[in-house]
């Protein structure tokens, strides 16, 4: 059993910055698929950016250039660095992970992650 663990959201000012961490206990397998995912009350899960195992990394369009996503795997965490804030970013943060076989890349499918933590909240107001 994964535990994860996110920490790092708050409230911020538009355009500020917040880094967002994701400390995973549990881990015995790999490869692996991280990813980062935010929701809204009443609205679907939405992907941010995801990390292979080998550290290859994808981000969702709406989100490209404003977000990185990064492990440090001696410290089994993950980090989601959040730059140029918007308003519209509000929401609870959500790092998730799961096993994959080797053939296969890691997606955007919320359903396709076994593993997920309790959420962080992050707020974008002046």
């Known amino acids: 059993q994964v535990h994860l663990e996110e920490s790092g959201g708050g409230s911020v000012q538009p355009g500020g910055s917040l880094r967002l961490s994701c400390v995973a206990s549990?881990?015995?397998?790999?490869?692996?698929?991280i990813g980062w995912f935010r929701q809204v009350p009443g609205k679907e899960r939405e992907a941010v950016a995801r990390?292979?195992?080998?550290?290859?990394?994808t981000y969702a369009p709406s989100l490209k250039g404003r977000v990185t996503i990064s492990k440090e795997n001696a410290k089994n965490t993950a980090y989601l660095q959040m730059d140029s804030l918007r308003p519209e970013d509000t929401a609870t943060y959500y790092c998730?992970?799961?096993?994959?076989?080797?053939?296969?890349?890691?997606?955007?499918?919320?359903?396709?992650?076994?593993?997920w933590g309790q959420g962080t909240q992050v707020t974008v107001s002046s």
């Open positions: 990390i292979d195992s080998d550290g290859s990394t």
């Open positions: 998730a992970d799961t096993w994959k076989p080797t053939y296969a890349r890691c997606t955007f499918l919320p359903s396709d992650y076994r593993n």
């Open positions: 549990g881990r015995t397998y790999s490869p692996y698929c």
